[in-house]
């Protein structure tokens, strides 16, 4: 690139960034460049125009090539005062950061998405790992952190991309942004590449993997996958990653990936230092701490909940190590101590609430690993367990003028004092996987936790439905929710509430085109069926047959829309017969069958016109564009 084209760009896109280029001399230079190609091309030039284009938009890869393009045209390096002028310019501005890869970086876009992971609170140590994660990360690598549970690879992860993006503009390697996901939340590889698909504004169609494919295509961004051992398909995902950076965390190697970092539990001088900084004053006995230390096999996770239990009991460390000492811990080894110290002391900050606390956590554990509503907790534990489904969610509903139940706020409060919880907001997380899966696994939940759950989910997505694209909205934040507890009550054989519950949250994921979550719900809601004797099978199976033809696959489309025709036939169901013949009819017009899909429309709109239905309007519609 010539040098007064260097020197416009890199005054443009540093302003764009809010770098410090609002100092005087360099807008006085920059302002003198561009008042010396008025004067040599004219102020409606091509040259100029070109130049007033990019400052409406920095960072666009296009304008900046058509001024590459006007500049090389006017050759206007050739005249020594303007290159004079241009190097001005650049030495004004300063030196320009260089990356420490040797591949060339694009200008960042402004509309990129960045997607951060959480960062740890009390980030402590991992200098030297910080430093060559950091190295490493590069555009088209992936590069892979491993070790077990709780041994700080989210938190390091965490780290190192707020280090490359601590405001708001994109990392200068990574220009198109950073794209994040949780496996532990959602382990659907599907799933997260949709989420990709529509941030980058694109259809997850036909496929998600087709759609990110062409997405990712000659973009520069990172992808930061969290607990890709959950991945149902981690392979297929890396496939699409093109020239992006990918950064993963792990329990367990992947032979899609060759290169993985261990990471090594923390040396006691950082353990130390990581265990009072969540202690405080009650860790400062540096024998005990270090002891401490030691018999937890220098895991971060057990030292941050070593540290949160001091400050929220008011034990000193000393009198802390008494009890570890007495448990199994002291006659392990430090890899055995690294697996068991965290259940060890969730048991031990557990006896230490209320019964309350405990049946709380073990309902967040029926929960995704993400922010809820304390209301979901709220009325599962105060919905009293002999009540029918529909009962429940009308009860609900006259609760909405109550106050809510005291004790559990307060112990989900008290389960943030000790770590288990975090606060997010007005909403409340699982502080981690382990804890989250111990609470799962350990902790027995009320009886007809599920159903209450659910009951609780009905309730909220048929009020929020009501409200339209406002509602949607909101049950946006619950999404993860709603499908972990429809799995669950598959997995629990809770039918009834699977049915109402896949039936409440349909027309939401079908209005917000949550295309693979949709195929989901319709299938539970058609399993439903089917153990519930319930006759409405034909319309679980039309959904289906409508989702997939969104997606593009008509084929797969044409077999629900024959199941969900056979169906109304056998049940005498006209409007139903109708609306499976006018489906098959939209799907052989899309695989280009024009004969055949005529003849299902006019099967159609027979129906509708002898039942009087206004679908009819829609299939004449249909009819005469085929016609066209």
């Not at 001091?310 to 430090?334: K, R």
């Not at 039918?495 to 719900?521: H, M, P, S, T």
Request: glycine share 6%; hydrophobic share 40%; net charge negative.
């Amino acid at each position: 690139m010539d040098t007064i084209t260097t020197a416009i760009i890199t005054t443009l896109t540093a302003r764009a960034a809010n770098a410090e280029v609002e100092q005087k001399p360099a807008l006085e230079a920059y302002e003198t460049l561009k008042s010396a190609l008025r004067r040599k091309y004219g102020p409606a030039s091509d040259v100029v125009e070109a130049v007033e284009m990019l400052e409406k938009q920095p960072t666009s890869t296009g304008r900046q090539t058509v001024l590459r393009e006007e500049m090389s045209s006017a050759k206007a390096e050739q005249d020594p005062a303007l290159r004079i002028l241009a190097e001005s310019l650049l030495e004004k501005l300063g030196p320009t950061p260089t990356p420490s890869a040797s591949r060339p970086t694009r200008p960042v876009s402004i509309s990129a998405p960045l997607q951060r992971p959480e960062r740890a609170e009390s980030f402590t140590g991992r200098a030297a790992e910080l430093a060559q994660l950091l190295a490493q990360l590069q555009p088209g690598r992936v590069v892979a952190l491993y070790g077990p549970a709780g041994i700080g690879k989210s938190a390091l992860a965490a780290a190192a991309v707020w280090k490359l993006a601590p405001g708001q503009m994109p990392p200068p390697l990574f220009p198109d942004g950073i794209f994040y996901h949780n496996f532990y939340n959602q382990p659907r590889v599907d799933i997260a590449l949709e989420h990709i698909a529509r941030t980058l504004g694109k259809p997850p169609t036909p496929t998600p993997y087709e759609a990110v494919q062409r997405a990712l295509a000659r973009r520069q961004a990172l992808l930061v996958l969290d607990g890709v051992e959950q991945a149902d398909d981690l392979a297929g995902l890396l496939e699409l990653r093109g020239e992006c950076g990918v950064l993963l965390t792990s329990r367990q190697r992947h032979e899609a990936v060759s290169e993985w970092q261990e990471l090594s539990p923390l040396p006691p001088s950082e353990g130390i230092a990581l265990l009072q900084a969540w202690g405080g004053w009650r860790a400062t006995d540096q024998a005990a701490t270090s002891r401490i230390c030691e018999l937890v096999g220098g895991l971060p996770l057990a030292l941050r909940l070593a540290g949160q239990y001091l400050a929220a009991y008011g034990e000193n460390a000393a009198e802390f190590l008494t009890w570890l000492e007495s448990t199994p811990l002291n006659s392990l080894t430090s890899d055995q101590r690294q697996q068991e110290s965290v259940s060890l002391l969730l048991e031990r900050s557990l006896s230490q609430v209320s019964e309350t606390a405990r049946q709380a956590l073990a309902v967040a554990g029926l929960l995704a690993l993400a922010p809820f509503d304390p209301a979901a907790i709220v009325k599962t534990l105060t919905i009293e367990p002999d009540q029918g489904m529909l009962a429940s969610v009308r009860k609900i509903f006259k609760q909405k003028s109550q106050e809510p139940a005291p004790d559990v706020h307060r112990a989900l409060a008290k389960l943030v004092e000790y770590g288990l919880l975090r606060q997010v907001g007005q909403r409340y997380k699982v502080s981690h996987s382990l804890i989250h899966s111990y609470a799962r696994q350990q902790l027995p939940a009320p009886a007809k936790s599920i159903r209450r759950l659910a009951a609780g989910y009905v309730a909220l997505a048929w009020e929020q439905s009501a409200l339209g694209r406002e509602g949607y909205a909101r049950l946006d934040a619950d999404r993860p929710h709603l499908l972990r507890v429809l799995t669950d009550c598959v997995e629990q054989e809770e039918w009834e509430a699977a049915y109402g519950l896949a039936a409440a949250i349909e027309e939401y994921l079908d209005r917000q085109e949550y295309l693979a979550e949709r195929v989901i719900a319709n299938e539970v809601g058609l399993m439903a069926a089917w153990q519930l004797g319930r006759p409405n099978e034909g319309d679980w199976l039309g959904n289906l047959g409508d989702t997939y033809r969104t997606m593009g696959h008509a084929k797969w489309a044409i077999e629900h829309f024959e199941q969900a025709l056979a169906t109304a036939r056998q049940n005498g169901d006209r409007h139903s017969e109708g609306n499976s013949l006018g489906n098959l009819g939209l799907a052989y017009r899309d695989l280009g069958q024009t004969e055949r899909a005529r003849q299902y429309l006019k099967q159609a709109l027979a129906i509708f016109e002898k039942v009087r239905s206004p679908s009819a309007d829609y299939v004449r519609q249909w009819l005469a564009e085929l016609e066209d």
